[in-house]
């Protein structure tokens, strides 16, 4: 499974966009790109995926390079309630395996 | 709603006794999954089981031990062979276990300390 690397921690203004980088430079053409984050105590929440192409929802956009070996989580409009841990993941399609590294930790400023 | 409940969220147990977290899920999903989550660090797979009767161990298997006789529970028992229990202890759950990407859906969590 690829390693993805992440800085230890961002800090990002009320109201701007947090842009969260990941790097998964060893990436397979079969392993998709997953963002959770976790607040303090509490349990790991999905926010998007992806595998070639960028991707939206009511969350985040996801934005992959073309040689796929780095992405980044886009939040739109930084919230304080955004505060939390930020994990990068590379999923292998049709696996159970997530391996999670230490994540981002994102401090929304007010 | 559905979703997974874990309960209790904190507990407290003696050293050397053996305590089991529960962890129940009303989504239907056929796999189920425990991690261990020290401070500061990532999550690390305990067990994880793909249909019921039938689990496997994940990267930490040792001092734990597993059960899924119904598709909704997988209760996870910490025995005092878990040299160092004292963690946050998550489930979680997929749809199937092997469908072409399938997203783990956490529960809260039990906060376990061991005095």
């Known amino acids: 499974d690829a390693k993805t690397t992440q800085p230890t921690s961002m800090d990002c203004a009320e109201g701007r966009a947090a842009n969260l980088p990941c790097n998964h430079s060893t990436i397979s053409g079969n392993e998709y790109v997953y963002w959770y984050r976790q607040i303090h105590s509490q349990g790991p929440q999905y926010i998007i995926h992806?595998?070639?192409n960028n991707e939206t929802n009511e969350m985040a956009s996801l934005i992959i390079t073309e040689d796929r070996k780095s992405s980044t989580l886009i939040l739109p409009h930084a919230t304080l309630r955004d505060t939390a841990v930020y994990y990068c993941i590379a999923v292998l399609s049709g696996t159970y395996k997530y391996i999670f590294g230490t994540g981002t930790r994102l401090k929304v400023l007010a | 709603d559905g979703g997974i409940t874990q309960s209790p969220k904190y507990l407290f147990r003696k050293e050397g006794q053996n305590v089991t977290l529960s962890c129940e899920q009303n989504?239907?999903?056929?796999?189920m999954y425990w991690y261990r989550q020290d401070p500061g660090q990532g999550l690390r797979l305990i067990y994880y089981?793909?249909?019921?009767?039938?689990?496997q161990k994940g990267d930490i298997a040792e001092g734990y031990s597993v059960s899924r006789e119904k598709k909704e529970s997988f209760p996870l028992t910490v025995t005092s062979a878990q040299k160092n229990p004292t963690a946050f202890y998550l489930c979680?759950?997929?749809?199937?276990?092997?469908?072409?990407?399938?997203?783990?859906?956490f529960g809260p969590g039990t906060r376990l300390t061991v005095l």
């Open positions: 089981s793909q249909i019921v009767n039938d689990f």
């Open positions: 979680a759950s997929t749809a199937t276990a092997r469908s072409q990407t399938d997203t783990q859906y």
């Open positions: 992806g595998l070639k």
């Open positions: 989504l239907n999903h056929d796999a």
